[in-house]
Each structure stands twice: as structure tokens, then as C-alpha cells.
């Protein structure tokens, strides 16, 4: 029982902040709004409303968060116990990473694998368009010589441009169903309608995306090394205070207590 006030106290805490933002937002759009629209009351009341975020906490994105708070409210104890554990709830909330669902880690992978791609792919398809390959026939040839998940993109590519396809129409089409491939996609689709050779952009947009490959992966360095630090910022200092600082002051002040 104890371990399940912090939730109901999280889930009536953001149907608190929730009612009051819709408040204020009819209120803002009142002239938009009918005001017997604005006034229509939620189908299920604040309890029903509060049980059913706190489930969803516990089993949504940030279920960290609420077991934080519980365990905060079980330590604690007391009547102090549900307010710690709202607050520390509260702020695992803020603070703490979502947890995806498999589902998003697994597009997450592959839009980084075809990012890692990318620039490969640009390569042989500038190879295979400057030696006055077709378009269908191109995007075949790097489809075999590319793994997963660029293959299926590129083979659904080229099978549209070999039933005749327009392949602007194609690339543009590519660029918006999959957000990672979007520049090879649009620089295909742009020497297309300009009739300007394509290798020497693919060659430039393959040397670009490599480019920023290199900075992405400093930057990513350059982060470990300060995360790194925090370690010793968190344990060593303050340790250091503790048994270095501390007992020098408290002595002196015992010694001048004496003395006075």
C-alpha cells in the first residue's frame, strides 16, 4: 500500500498539471473555441484519469522514474514517505532517458546502419552511373553489393524505375518514406532533372557524408572523455573534503572553543 501512494500521488499530480494546462489553453482559445465545447467535462473522472497515467507510468516509457519514487517512499517511511517519493518521482521523470520500445530501437538501428551506408552506396552508384549504366540497371547492381537494410531500399528503387518508372518521381518518393537516405535521394533526383552527370555529386555527397561520419564520432569522444570525469568529480572530491577538510576545521574549532 505504501509503495503505490507515490504513484497515485504522481498520476493525481499530472492530472493536476494536465487539467490546468487545458484550462488555460481554453482560455486562450476562447474566441476560437464554442464555449459549449470548452465546457464539455472529461468522460471519466480524476481518479479513474489519475489510475489509469499511473499505470501507464509504471509501464510506459519511464517506469524507472515511478520505482525510484517508491523505493524513496519506502526508505523514507512516515508521512514524509508518499512527498519524498512524489518529489524524487518527479524528478526521475524530468531527468531520467525514455525507454524505447523495441520497436523504436529496432528503426533506430536501422537508420543508423543506413546512415553508415550511405556513403558506400553513393560510391558505387556513382561508378556504375558513370560508366553509362541505366538508372534500374545501377540501383540493381548496388543492391546486390550492399547489405541489409540499404539492399531492400535500393531493389524496391529499382524495380520501380524498371516498370518504367519516372525516376525523379522515384528518388523524391525514396527521400520522403525513408529520412536517411534523403540525401542521396535528392541529389539523384536533382542531377536527373537538371541532366547533369551524377558521379561527381555522388563522389562529393559520399566525401561529405564521411565528413561528418568523422566529426559525429569526435564529438562523441570528446564527450566520453568528460563523462568520464564525472566520476571523479562525484566520489573523489567529495571524499576528499570529507576526510582531508573536515576534521582540519573541526579541530580548529575545537582547539579556539578551548581557548575562549
Same mark, same amino acid.
Given at each position: 500500500?505504501?509503495?503505490?501512494?507515490?504513484?497515485?500521488?504522481?498520476?493525481?499530480?499530472?492530472?493536476?498539471?494536465?487539467?490546468?494546462?487545458?484550462?488555460?489553453?481554453?482560455?486562450?482559445?476562447?474566441?476560437?473555441?464554442?464555449?459549449?465545447?470548452?465546457?464539455?467535462?472529461?468522460?471519466?473522472?480524476?481518479?479513474?484519469?489519475?489510475?489509469?497515467?499511473?499505470?501507464?507510468?509504471?509501464?510506459?516509457? #519511464?517506469?524507472?522514474?515511478?520505482?525510484?519514487?517508491?523505493?524513496?517512499?519506502?526508505?523514507?517511511?512516515?508521512?514524509?514517505? /508518499?512527498?519524498?517519493?512524489?518529489?524524487?518521482?518527479?524528478?526521475?521523470?524530468?531527468?531520467?532517458?525514455?525507454?524505447?520500445?523495441?520497436?523504436?530501437?529496432? #528503426?533506430?538501428?536501422?537508420?543508423?546502419?543506413?546512415?553508415?551506408?550511405?556513403?558506400?552506396?553513393?560510391?558505387?552508384?556513382?561508378?556504375?552511373?558513370?560508366?553509362?549504366?541505366?538508372?534500374?540497371?545501377?540501383?540493381?547492381?548496388?543492391?546486390?553489393?550492399?547489405?541489409?537494410?540499404?539492399?531492400?531500399?535500393?531493389?524496391?528503387?529499382?524495380?520501380?524505375?524498371?516498370?518504367?518508372?519516372?525516376?525523379?518521381?522515384?528518388?523524391?518518393?525514396?527521400?520522403?518514406?525513408?529520412?536517411?537516405?534523403?540525401?542521396?535521394?535528392?541529389?539523384?533526383?536533382?542531377?536527373?532533372?537538371?541532366?547533369?552527370? /551524377?558521379?561527381?555529386?555522388?563522389?562529393?555527397?559520399?566525401?561529405?557524408?564521411?565528413?561528418?561520419?568523422?566529426?559525429?564520432?569526435?564529438?562523441?569522444?570528446?564527450?566520453?572523455?568528460?563523462?568520464?570525469?564525472?566520476?571523479?568529480?562525484?566520489?573523489?572530491?567529495?571524499?576528499?573534503?570529507?576526510?582531508?577538510?573536515?576534521?582540519?576545521?573541526?579541530?580548529?574549532?575545537?582547539?579556539?572553543?578551548?581557548?575562549?
Amino acid at each position: 500500500m505504501v509503495i503505490l501512494l507515490p504513484v497515485a500521488a504522481v498520476g493525481l499530480a499530472g492530472e493536476v498539471l494536465a487539467t490546468a494546462r487545458s484550462r488555460a489553453v481554453r482560455r486562450r482559445a476562447g474566441h476560437c473555441v464554442p464555449a459549449a465545447v470548452a465546457a464539455v467535462p472529461a468522460p471519466d473522472g480524476w481518479a479513474g484519469a489519475a489510475v489509469r497515467r499511473a499505470i501507464g507510468w509504471v509501464a510506459g516509457d #519511464r517506469p524507472q522514474a515511478v520505482l525510484l519514487g517508491a523505493a524513496a517512499a519506502v526508505l523514507v517511511g512516515g508521512w514524509a514517505g /508518499p512527498a519524498v517519493g512524489l518529489a524524487v518521482g518527479w524528478a526521475g521523470w524530468r531527468l531520467l532517458p525514455r525507454v524505447r520500445s523495441p520497436g523504436e530501437r529496432r #528503426r533506430a538501428t536501422e537508420r543508423d546502419w543506413l546512415v553508415r551506408q550511405l556513403p558506400l552506396t553513393a560510391d558505387l552508384l556513382a561508378a556504375c552511373l558513370g560508366s553509362s549504366g541505366s538508372p534500374a540497371g545501377a540501383a540493381f547492381a548496388v543492391a546486390e553489393s550492399v547489405p541489409s537494410p540499404m539492399r531492400e531500399r535500393l531493389t524496391g528503387v529499382a524495380a520501380q524505375l524498371s516498370l518504367g518508372a519516372s525516376p525523379e518521381r522515384c528518388w523524391e518518393q525514396l527521400a520522403a518514406d525513408c529520412p536517411p537516405m534523403a540525401p542521396l535521394a535528392r541529389c539523384l533526383a536533382r542531377t536527373t532533372l537538371s541532366g547533369t552527370p /551524377p558521379a561527381t555529386a555522388l563522389v562529393g555527397l559520399a566525401q561529405s557524408q564521411r565528413a561528418a561520419a568523422a566529426r559525429a564520432a569526435h564529438a562523441r569522444v570528446r564527450r566520453a572523455g568528460v563523462l568520464a570525469t564525472a566520476p571523479l568529480g562525484l566520489c573523489f572530491l567529495p571524499a576528499f573534503v570529507l576526510i582531508g577538510v573536515v576534521p582540519v576545521v573541526m579541530g580548529l574549532t575545537g582547539a579556539f572553543s578551548q581557548r575562549l
